[in-house]
């Protein structure tokens, strides 16, 4: 059997999401969609696949490859911009009928993630909030290797660190290589992608943390989708470039954030001795971006 998948090429209401890679390669719950879909096409008894992109498709290639990890062979074809749904079949359904799944899984846009068409993923931050955590418990599967449940309603992947002081509270899943510190709090509704430090007395509740991203100590993440150095308040839509990499930064950064150890040494001081004026500022830039 085949099937027809459409990488989602610009969404502007979620631009933030695509800095760094196109949106079929988000991580979500410790994969990304494009993984998602393939394993579900598996499922579906689909051998072949053919993948339309027009974003960044040296990414897609790069991931993918022929699809033989997932026991498909499947074929990347780049298109200039995204098809229309209605117009992709046209172009490339053109054999015979009972190779192909039958409509509506014969061609299918990644804008959702497999089984949850009433979430869509790109129309709004929010949106896309909601479909992370209606998702988490159906990702969390057999497949997974080296995933487990902690605790009630808290999975964990391979070498994750958990400070015996830390509060996990579910749902809430934590990624691969994922480090938490002492007396931090995790949860409810907190998603820390693969590679996440969380520093000493750090608060992370309904929100997204992306891979390979510090929260510094005694940072609050609330209602938020963090990676990196952006942060962005998925109630408001409101995104800010956090210049602190105290605060929240990119673990690739690494270099230059040793080369400053001094000056960041004396001001992580001064930032524990005045939490609330630096959090008290951190809202108030927030609160600017949203005006």
Same mark, same amino acid.
Not at 71 to 98: C, I, M, Q
Not at 102 to 115: A, L, Q, S
Not at 197 to 226: C, Q, R, Y
Not at 231 to 259: E, F, Q
């Given at each position: 059997?085949?099937? /027809? ?9 979620? %631009?933030?999401?695509?800095? *760094?890679?196109?949106?079929? /390669? @988000? ?10 879909? #393939?394993?579900? #096409? ?6 072949? %696949?053919?993948? /339309? ?28 911009? +995204? ?19 039958? +409509? ?27 479909? #992370? ?6 990702? @969390? ?20 660190? @958990?400070?015996? *002081? ?11 290589? @994922?480090?938490?510190?002492?007396? *931090? *709090? ?10 996440? %430090? %969380? ?70 001081? /001064? ?21």
């Amino acid at each position: 059997m085949r099937a /027809l998948l459409i990488c989602p090429a610009e969404r502007p209401e979620v %631009v933030n999401l695509a800095q *760094t890679m196109p949106l079929g /390669l @988000v991580p979500l719950v410790g994969k990304n969609i494009l993984e998602y879909w #393939l394993e579900h #096409l598996v499922t579906k008894g689909v051998g072949e %696949v053919t993948l /339309l992109v027009s974003d960044r498709p040296d990414q897609i290639k790069a991931f993918v490859g022929n699809g033989g990890r997932w026991g498909l062979n499947v074929e990347v074809v780049v298109e200039p911009w +995204e098809l229309p749904l209605h117009f992709a079949r046209t172009k490339y359904l053109t054999n015979s009928k009972d190779e192909w799944l039958e +409509e509506p899984d014969d061609v299918i846009v990644m804008d959702y993630v497999p089984g949850l068409a009433q979430y869509p993923l790109f129309k709004s931050y929010a949106g896309w909030f909601a479909a #992370l955590q209606a998702w988490m418990p159906h990702a @969390v599967t057999m497949n997974r290797i080296g995933v487990h449940e902690i605790k009630p309603g808290v999975w964990a992947g391979r070498r994750v660190r @958990v400070s015996p *002081t830390a509060y996990l509270e579910g749902p809430c899943f934590l990624g691969e290589g @994922v480090t938490i510190g002492p007396l *931090t *709090t995790i949860g409810p509704m907190a998603v820390l992608e693969d590679h996440v %430090v %969380v520093e000493a007395g750090s608060e992370i509740s309904h929100s997204f943390i992306g891979p390979d991203t510090m929260v510094g100590k005694l940072t609050e993440v609330k209602n938020s989708l963090a990676w990196g150095s952006t942060l962005i308040n998925w109630k408001t839509n409101s995104c800010v470039t956090v210049p602190d990499p105290i605060l929240l930064c990119a673990l690739n950064g690494k270099s230059s954030r040793a080369r400053s150890t001094g000056w960041l040494r004396q001001l992580s001081s /001064l930032y524990s001795k005045n939490k609330e004026d630096f959090q008290g500022l951190w809202k108030h830039l927030l609160m600017n971006k949203e005006g």
